[in-house]
């Protein structure tokens, strides 16, 4: 029996048109989904797989590229943060009529000393099977079993962010973005990304959390709480995907996830793409020592190993950077003082971060005997 593409989103109907490309029903379902807001284009069901694959690329990519979060030039960067040390620390000394750093020269070097690296996402890169569900008692849902059995694997990866910041650097926010390849036909595709900004009223509660995984591979929350008052709390559009921890151990539990960022807000996106971000503003951003990205994606099942690019980076906060060395400030080149006035347009482009290349082996199915 088919599926109900009513009910489907966008991302689960993209990824069932591509798994059964001779299902007319399914091409038409999903160009309506696609056109939805737009009657000057016309598409016809005979076209082929490989044009059937370029509008849908185009059409999910189009948003995601706009709202694309570009990464800086991490090298660029450091080379300006250590130009910028330099002439603070030598108009402080000239003012102070020595060499020790003053209150600006200090904010610079913690901000410069300031790291940000990616863990190993090899460490919990886990292949997921109707097995796996079946041992716990979840069944899959239709579409996903099907892609399963149509030739696509599916993975979860948890890609963690070591935080150390110095004493007294401050920070604005905290950008990541992950690139898969290869790219084309073979290219790994997100599937769903975990934190998202739906999930923040959850997150926001400041109780503990464990993360699942539920029927359609989506997200499912346990809480840590016997307050029923927090369920109660749930936005109805989630109540759903949220219960009690001891509830959750129905689903797949995610090991070793936890996120207790307090109160934040978040930009995510890349799901039906083969990159994917997060973009985090959170007030305590300090408060953090540790930030886990879940991904869940899947791959044509030939492939036996992928490509990864992260480049994650920490924004500085510009009001603080400019009030310590307000005393010199007037004294500083042109170019710096014209880039600082324009305070958190040009944050990136002080900020700390790390980009770094996996190759990823994937872990396969053992066969039965």
Sequence with gaps: MKPNFETMSKAELRAYAIAHQNDKEAFEALVDRLTAQSSSETYTASMSPEEIQSIVVEKLGKDFQENRIIPPNLQEA?????????????????LAGGTKLDVGGTAIDRLRQTQVCFGNPRDSLILLTEETFQEVGVELSH?????????????YMTVSVDLRPQPGARFRQLCCELDFSPKGKNEPIVHAIFPKSQWRTVMNLETGMNLGLNENLDWSIGLDTSNTAVL?????????????KSKLKALVAIPNYDYNAGRFDIVAQGEGNSTCY?????PDLLKLTTVQFAI?????????SIGLRGTVWAEPSMNWLTAEIRDVFSELADRFQNLLRR??????????????????????ATANL
């Excluded at 109660?232 to 009690?244: D, T």
């Design 78 to 94: 450091e080379t300006l943060l250590a130009s910028l040390f330099e002439e603070v620390k030598t108009w402080e000394g000239t």
């Design 143 to 155: 579409i996903v079993r099907q892609q399963m059995r149509d030739g696509y694997n599916f993975y």
């Design 232 to 244: 109660q709390n749930i936005p109805g559009n989630l109540k759903a995907n949220v219960a009690s």
């Design 278 to 282: 997060w973009y985090i503003q959170e």
């Design 296 to 304: 869940v994606f899947k791959v044509p099942q030939n492939i036996k």
């Design 343 to 364: 305070k958190d347009e040009v944050a990136s482009q002080f900020s700390r971060g790390d980009a770094e290349k996996w190759t990823l082996r994937l872990p396969q």
